[in-house]
């Protein structure tokens, strides 16, 4: 893969866009049939959303270059693929740009606006204060993941219907944080985090307790604006299912096999995002 690719973790901006899209998707309850003034404003949400993702992604490289020494020497700026001066400059471009390509949206829908000044504040103060308070930065984290969904869906005028897919996906991501934190206790500079500050055990736990309120808020659909007798419902159902069984593998051998915890957290994330698009269907 291209270094620059590599540099804004091109991965991780597909799951940016999919959740985006999912979000308007869900928001709307029509399927994929929306008029085509909605498919250009879910589609410049998703963009901006990728867009200011992959800034965040390249202002984290630049910011924990000497924590990347031992933990991810593979990255970029660390092998020299990539200046630290040019990855600057493409974070602050990144940045402008995706709010650029979402201001006809926001002038419509002002609720965007307000979740993307949000969403920056939020990501701009975790990388530069919050990152280094551990805990506190994993929440920061959890809730830009969750702000994903609400932003797709404010492209479309209703945000509120997201609100305990987003809360899922604070819980599950807060999870995988302290999995990520456990993982890179080792290397970690400058950084107080949970697994430095009160141990592998307390963190386990944690993500354990972060899995467990994610899968208990999977059946609030059922319970709010979906029938489970319905053909949505069951679909819904099996791959909530699915999700949150995989989600209970990736803490189940915690603090051991941190990697692969991880692995099985991107999993399940992937499949609740198919369960999620299963209530747009409604």
């Known amino acids: 893969m291209h270094p620059l690719l590599r540099l ?3 991965g991780n901006l597909g799951v940016s866009f999919a959740g985006t899209v999912v979000g308007g998707l869900v928001g709307r ?5 929306l008029p085509l003034g909605l498919w250009v404003a879910v589609l410049l949400a998703a963009l901006s959303a990728s867009l200011v993702t992959a800034g965040g992604n390249v202002l984290n490289d630049v910011l924990d ?21 040019t990855a600057r400059a493409l974070a602050v471009g990144l940045f402008v740009v995706g709010a650029a390509v979402v201001v006809p949206v926001l002038l419509v829908q002002p609720l965007l606006g307000v979740i993307l000044a949000v969403a920056v ?7 530069f204060l919050l990152k280094a308070r551990g805990f506190v930065g994993n929440l920061v984290v959890g809730l830009l993941t969750g702000m994903v969904f609400l932003y797709g869906a404010a492209a479309v005028g209703d945000a509120l219907i997201l ?3 987003a ?15 456990m993982e890179d206790v ?17 963190s386990s736990g944690l993500a354990r307790v972060g899995v ?15 029938s489970a007798a319905s053909v949505v419902g069951i679909m819904y159902l099996v791959l909530v299912l699915a999700a949150d069984g995989v989600f209970i593998l990736s803490v189940a051998y915690l603090p051991g096999r941190l990697h692969a915890e991880q692995t099985m957290s991107k999993v399940a994330m992937t499949v609740a995002l198919l369960a999620f698009l299963a209530v747009a269907f409604r």
């Open 212 to 226: 467990g309120v994610a899968i208990a808020l999977s059946a609030v659909p059922l319970l709010w604006f979906v």
């Open 167 to 181: 809360l899922m996906a604070f819980f599950a991501t807060l999870s995988r944080e302290v999995v990520k934190d």
């Open 163 to 165: 609100v305990p897919f």
């Open 65 to 85: 270059l000497e924590g990347d020494r031992k933990n991810h020497p593979d990255r970029p700026l660390v092998t020299g693929e990539v200046s630290v001066g």
């Open 29 to 33: 309850g029509t399927g994929v049939s």
């Open 8 to 10: 804004v973790r091109a």
């Open 121 to 127: 504040a939020a990501l701009l103060g975790y990388e």
């Open 186 to 202: 080792a290397g970690d500079v400058g950084r107080r985090t949970l697994p430095m500050t009160r141990g592998m055990p307390f």
